[in-house]
Antibody, heavy 120, light 106 residues
Framework: EVQLVESGGGLVQPGRSLKLSCLASGFTFSNYGMNWIRQAPGKGLEWVASISSSSSYIYYADTVKGRFTISRDNAKNTLYLQMTSLRSEDTALYYC?????????????WGQGVMVTVSS | DIVLTQSPALAVSLGQRATISCRASESVRSSMHWYQQKSGQQPKLLIYGASNLASGVPARFSGSGSGTDFTFTIDPVEADDIATYYCQQSRNDPLTFGSGTKLEIK
């Protein structure tokens, strides 16, 4: 069974940093691209960042480019999101999602999400 | 960026058909996918590639369309289908989602 479990969220002051983790199990992590997607309270879904299976390709949304860094450790089956210079508008539930790249490219499994609140 | 436009809400009677539309600001060919998000839960993939049913998803769910106009259908609607449904395109970066359509029961 595919499982994605996020951790590392919490309350953080504006301008500070936070690092999220996503532990994957039930599949060969090193074979799949991974993503972070967020959802502000009461709002829709926003793609944040993608990383390919071997970390060769990395993409960011313009809203986080230069502040967030996506990375992965295939030996530990773990995806990360380092967030710096956090703003109130970064407050959201952050999901990690597996990327199925078979010609269509879609998110086939999602974690339960971890909450990040940016507030003084 | 490709903008995906969805109606905000839809009310349907149990046992009837629900049809949700998603219009893209430019062609995404067949790179359109649909997700269901129930209250307090993570999104779940239902349809990929515009019309392909994801594994384990009941055949009551279906999708159609290509280019800029897409339709997601539930027939018949069951009480458990109360959720918000999102379309998402993967034709161009950045990957974008529609704003979601909340399905309500009449």
């Amino acid at each position: 069974e595919v499982q994605l479990v996020e951790s590392g969220g919490g309350l953080v002051q504006p301008g500070r940093s936070l690092k999220l983790s996503c532990l994957a199990s039930g599949f060969t992590f090193s074979n799949y691209g991974m993503n972070w997607i967020r959802q502000a309270p009461g709002k829709g879904l926003e793609w944040v960042a993608s990383i390919s299976s071997s970390s060769s390709y990395i993409y960011y949304a313009d809203t986080v480019k230069g502040r967030f860094t996506i990375s992965r450790d295939n030996a530990k089956n773990t995806l990360y999101l380092q967030m710096t210079s956090l703003r109130s508008e970064d407050t959201a539930l952050y999901y990690c999602a597996r990327f199925r790249v078979d010609g269509y490219n879609y998110f086939d499994y999602w974690g339960q999400g971890v909450m990040v609140t940016v507030s003084s | 960026d490709i903008v995906l436009t969805q109606s905000p809400a839809l009310a349907v009677s149990l046992g009837q058909r629900a049809t949700i539309s998603c219009r893209a600001s430019e062609s995404v060919r067949s790179s359109m996918h649909w997700y269901q998000q129930k209250s307090g839960q993570q999104p779940k993939l239902l349809i990929y590639g515009a019309s392909n049913l994801a594994s384990g998803v009941p055949a009551r769910f279906s999708g159609s369309g290509s280019g800029t106009d897409f339709t997601f259908t539930i027939d018949p609607v069951e009480a458990d289908d109360i959720a918000t449904y999102y379309c998402q395109q993967s034709r161009n970066d950045p990957l974008t989602f529609g704003s979601g359509t909340k399905l309500e029961i009449k």
